[in-house]
């Protein structure tokens, strides 16, 4: 099936560093979502894009919907332990098609 | 409102037995999906539903089955366990166009 290709897979960083993910895709999305997932839970809807070039931030996270429909970003500012999880990309072309999810980029944070 | 709520959250079979995985979301969503998630392999689409009485397939339905007789209501079916169906499964609901979907806090499922 379609899929998102999300990197990077695994992150390492000190608290209080800045972090920055991304995720691509060879076809265009119309709506490009970012989750995060707690150990043990499901995932939680962080920031949702809606058109090219959107620049949208929620706290201390900014993410991005590029320019071409064929990629996004997302940065998180400033790191704090409860930042831990895993992140994951999502896309929506169009209609009923059901949400395409990249395989996430599990973050750990060094106190 | 409680969400997206599933039960159980765990559960243990043996192989060749048979389960329902319950959800239920109380938030009016027309669109429900099932996803499970095995581990460092990201969400895969089982099955999901844009209405009651309406269901479709997802990337992975295979050995699972679904209903959709009211709203709030969307189980998951597994006839015959099998060992590859270890995973652990998520209930998601959404309002139609698929986007913004709102998940449950999973069901780990074991089959030995």
């Known amino acids: 099936g379609q899929q998102l290709n999300q990197s990077p897979q695994s992150m390492f960083i000190q608290e209080g560093e800045d972090v920055s993910m991304n995720c691509t895709s060879s076809s265009i999305f119309n709506t490009w979502l970012w989750y995060k997932q707690d150990p043990g839970e499901g995932p939680v809807l962080l920031i949702a894009l809606y058109k090219a070039g959107e620049l949208t931030s929620n706290g201390r996270l900014t993410a991005q919907f590029g320019i071409t429909r064929k990629d996004s970003f997302l940065n998180i500012s400033a790191s704090i332990p409860s930042d831990v999880g895993i992140y994951f990309c999502?896309?929506?072309?169009?209609?009923?098609?059901?949400?395409?999810f990249g395989k996430g980029t599990r973050l750990s944070v060094i106190a | 409102n409680a969400g997206v709520t599933q039960t159980p959250k765990f559960r243990i079979l043996k192989i060749g037995q048979s389960m329902t995985l319950q959800c239920t979301q109380d938030?009016?969503?027309?669109?429900m999906y099932w996803y499970r998630q095995d581990p460092g392999m990201g969400l895969k689409l089982i099955y999901y539903?844009?209405?009651?009485?309406?269901?479709d397939k997802g990337e992975v339905p295979n050995g699972y089955n679904v209903s959709r007789s009211t709203t709030e209501d969307f189980p998951l079916r597994l006839e015959l366990a099998a060992p590859s169906q270890t995973s652990v499964y998520f209930c998601?609901?959404?309002?139609?166009?698929?986007?913004?979907?709102?998940f449950g806090p999973g069901t780990r499922l074991t089959v030995t």
């Open positions: 539903s844009v209405g009651a009485g309406i269901t």
């Open positions: 998601a609901s959404s309002y139609p166009g698929a986007n913004e979907q709102y």
């Open positions: 999502a896309g929506h072309k169009s209609g009923n098609t059901p949400l395409v």
């Open positions: 938030m009016n969503h027309n669109y």
